[in-house]
């Protein structure tokens, strides 16, 4: 399973985008690329999930590059309520493999 | 539509004693795993259970062992706790014919505290 470097942590106001990289130099050619976000003691939630190109959803929008070495997940116009630590993970989503490997994560702190 | 339950919300043990926790699938998914978290690190995967037996394992001892009902619900047991197990225990469900929905989604969560 492909290793996820991510920025340990981001500061960011209300009303401003925030875009959070992930490199993952080692992705292989049948991983997919998922986003969790997790408040303090809740269990992690899925955010967004792409191969390649860009993928949006009513809460996000995921950035891939041809070469798949990184990827951007982009939240528009942050509040408050997206104050958490976002998870960048890899792995082969057609494996049957529930063996999800978390980094440490980013913590995100929005500020009025 | 119920969503993954763990029960329950909060437990304290003593070193040494036993612990057993558990989880209710999202409605349609068979396929459940558990994961440990730490303060401040991302989840660990410990194990997954489909179809009642064990899939995969994670980096963990066999004090950790688990259980997988008919009806997919499952529990995770902890023998001879140590300090070093407090955490929260997440459960994650998915539905193993995978395809567009192989997303694993996560219940709550339980937070045990070893003393």
């Known amino acids: 399973l492909a290793k996820t470097t991510q920025p340990i942590s981001m500061d960011s106001y209300e009303g401003q985008e925030v875009n959070i990289t992930c490199s993952h130099n080692?992705?292989?050619?049948?991983?997919?690329i998922t986003w969790y976000q997790q408040f303090p003691s809740q269990g992690p939630r899925f955010i967004i999930q792409?191969?390649?190109t860009k993928v949006t959803n009513e809460v996000a929008s995921l950035f891939i590059p041809a070469d798949r070495k990184s990827s951007t997940l982009s939240l528009p116009r942050v509040s408050l309520s997206d104050t958490a630590v976002y998870y960048c993970?890899?792995?082969?989503?057609?494996?049957?493999?529930?063996?999800?490997?978390f980094g440490t994560g980013t913590r995100l702190q929005v500020f009025p | 539509d119920a969503g993954v339950t763990q029960s329950p919300t909060h437990l304290i043990k003593t070193r040494g004693q036993q612990v057993t926790l558990r989880c209710s699938p999202k409605?349609?998914?068979?396929?459940v795993s558990w994961y440990q978290q730490a303060l401040g690190q991302g989840p660990q995967f410990i194990f997954q259970?489909?179809?009642?037996?064990?899939?995969q394992r994670g980096n963990f001892p066999d004090r950790f062992s688990g259980h997988q009902f008919p009806n997919y619900s499952s529990e995770l047991n902890v023998n001879a706790l140590l300090l070093g197990d407090s955490a929260l225990y997440l459960c994650?469900?998915?539905?193993?014919?995978?395809?567009?929905?192989?997303?694993?989604?996560f219940g709550p969560g339980t937070r045990l505290l070893v003393l």
């Open positions: 994650a469900s998915r539905s193993i014919a995978g395809g567009a929905d192989a997303t694993q989604y």
């Open positions: 080692n992705i292989a050619t049948n991983d997919y």
């Open positions: 792409g191969y390649k």
């Open positions: 993970l890899v792995g082969d989503r057609g494996a049957n493999t529930d063996k999800l490997i």
């Open positions: 409605s349609g998914h068979d396929t």
């Open positions: 259970y489909y179809e009642e037996e064990e899939r």
